[in-house]
């Protein structure tokens, strides 16, 4: 299973057992702390996306893409992308 596979299903677990059983969580171990870090943690070269030229102002946005005759690609979110508010 690739990485980024392995820390969405570990993300989604740990949002899924703190939902439902909260009470009944144990702390992570010291001794496996660092590996559980290591599997949640982005890798280099994973997020591309943060290697985009953002802006966020539209306005600036949208004269930009109109001189570049460019498409404006508009990310708004509300929520955790998960479903785990």
Known sequence: MKT?????????????????????VEPVPADQFAKLHALIKPQPGEEKWSQVPWLTNLWQARQRAAAEGKPILLWEMDGHPLGCT
């Open 4 to 24: 980024r596979n392995r820390r969405i299903l570990a993300y989604g677990l740990v949002c899924l057992v703190g939902g439902w059983a909260i009470a009944a």
